[in-house]
C-alpha cells in the first residue's frame, strides 16, 4: 500500500468520524496524517517501523494504523466504521458542497441514506424544511448529484493509474507464468476510462476459475472470451482469457478503437496473423511501421505508418525544465538549493 492509499483511508476515516459525531480531536489527528503524509518524499513501505513514529502528524494511533495498513492491506477501524455507516454515505461525500455536518443532518434529521434518495429530496424542496439548507444550496448539490450520477463509473487517467498498475502486477503474479498486460482505453492513455481490459495468456474458463478465489472481485457475467468483474472500489474491469499462442493478436485487437482495426483490416488484406510472439510481428508483416498504443485511434495512422511516416511521441528525457514548484518559501519541503541541484542532476535546463 503505497503513501496515497494510506491518506486515502486517513482521509475517509476522518470524514467518517465527523459524520458519526466522534471525538472531533481524533478526528482531526487522522485528517491531519493524511495531510501530512501525501506530502512525504518517501514511502512508508520503504520507512523502518520505529521511524514511522517520529513522522511529523504521525502520533501513536495512527502510526499504529499505518503499520496495521502497510502489514496486512486494511484498516479495521475503517472497516468498522463503514459496517456501520449506510453505503450510500460516502457517495454523499463525493458531493460538492456536502461536508461531514450536512451529510450527518441529512442522515440522521432527514433519514435519508443514499443519493437517489437525496435527489428526490432535493426535486420536491424538501432540503429547505432543514436549518442550514437554502434555495442556492439545494439548487447546487441537486446539479452535483445530477453531475455525479451520470458521470459515477467514469474515471481520469490519473485516478486509475496506480490501481491498474497494482491490478496488472496482482494479475501477473497469479496467473505466472502466462502473459498479462492492460489494453483497451487505458493502454492508449486516454483521459477518460470507463473500464479497465486486461488480456490474460490462458484458456477462458481458468480465468474464471481463478477470479472466484481472488478477494474484492464480483464477477458480473462472463461470455465466450471474456469475464466481466466489478471491483469493491467500483471499477468495472473486462478479463480476456487467450490462448498464449494468441496471447499478442488478443492484445492488439483489444488495444485499438473499432474504427482503427477496421481500417487496419482494409490495408492489412482483412487478416491478423496468429501464433505470433508480438504486436511488432503484426505490424511487419503489414508492411508497416510499428503504432504505439496511443495512437491507434483510427485518424491517419494507418496511411501514416505505411509510409514509415509516424510522428515521434514526447516522453520523459524530452523535458527540459519544472515551470511551477514550491520550495520552503511556501508549502514545499526542500531549500531553493536543494531543487536547483535536483533539477540540474536531472539534465533539466531551467526550474
Not at 496506480?162 to 493502454?187: D, N
Not at 483521459?191 to 484458456?203: N, S
Not at 469475464?227 to 485499438?256: R, S
Not at 483510427?298 to 527540459?320: F, Y
Amino acid at each position: 500500500m503505497d503513501n496515497y492509499a494510506i491518506a486515502d483511508n486517513f482521509s475517509l476515516l476522518a470524514k467518517l468520524m465527523d459524520i458519526h459525531g466522534d471525538n472531533p480531536f481524533k478526528a482531526k489527528s487522522f485528517a491531519n496524517a493524511a495531510f501530512q503524509i501525501e506530502k512525504l518524499t518517501v514511502q512508508l513501505k520503504d520507512t523502518p517501523a520505529n521511524d514511522i513514529f517520529r513522522i511529523k502528524g504521525i502520533g501513536e494511533s495512527t502510526g499504529k494504523s499505518v503499520l496495521e495498513m502497510l502489514e496486512t492491506g486494511r484498516s479495521a477501524v475503517l472497516e468498522d466504521y463503514l459496517a456501520k455507516t449506510p453505503a450510500g454515505i460516502p457517495d454523499m461525500m463525493r458531493i460538492k458542497g456536502l461536508g461531514p455536518k450536512k451529510i450527518a443532518t441529512i442522515w440522521k434529521e432527514m433519514e435519508i441514506e443514499d443519493l437517489g434518495a437525496l435527489l428526490y429530496a432535493c426535486n420536491e424542496n424538501r432540503l429547505l424544511l432543514t436549518k442550514g439548507f437554502g434555495q442556492k444550496t439545494q439548487d447546487s448539490i441537486r446539479q452535483s448529484i445530477e453531475f455525479f450520477l451520470s458521470n459515477r463509473e467514469r474515471y481520469l487517467y490519473a485516478e486509475l493509474e496506480t490501481f491498474a498498475q497494482q491490478l496488472e502486477t496482482a494479475l501477473q503474479e497469479q496467473f505466472a507464468p502466462a502473459r498479462v498486460s492492460l489494453s483497451g482505453v487505458f493502454r492508449r492513455n486516454q483521459p477518460v476510462i470507463d473500464e479497465l481490459d486486461v488480456v490474460i495468456g490462458v484458456a477462458p474458463e481458468l480465468v474464471l476459475e481463478k477470479i472466484k478465489t481472488l478477494q474484492g472481485l464480483t464477477i458480473l457475467e462472463n461470455t465466450n472470451d471474456a469475464i466481466f468483474v466489478q471491483h469493491e472500489q467500483g471499477i468495472k474491469i473486462k478479463l480476456y482469457g487467450c490462448a498464449p499462442a494468441n496471447f499478442a493478436q488478443k492484445l492488439f485487437i483489444t488495444t485499438g478503437t473499432e474504427s482503427f482495426l477496421e481500417k487496419f483490416y482494409f490495408a492489412a488484406g482483412n487478416s491478423i496473423p496468429t501464433d505470433i510472439s508480438s504486436e511488432e510481428e503484426i505490424f511487419s508483416q503489414a508492411n508497416m511501421q510499428f503504432i504505439e498504443p496511443c495512437l491507434r485511434e483510427g485518424g491517419n495512422e494507418i496511411t501514416r505508418a505505411q509510409q514509415q511516416q509516424l510522428p515521434e511521441l514526447i516522453n520523459v528525457t524530452d523535458i527540459k525544465g519544472i515551470i511551477h514548484s514550491h520550495s520552503q518559501w511556501s508549502d514545499g519541503l526542500e531549500s531553493l538549493e536543494a531543487m536547483a541541484t535536483a533539477a540540474k542532476a536531472q539534465g533539466f535546463e531551467y526550474r
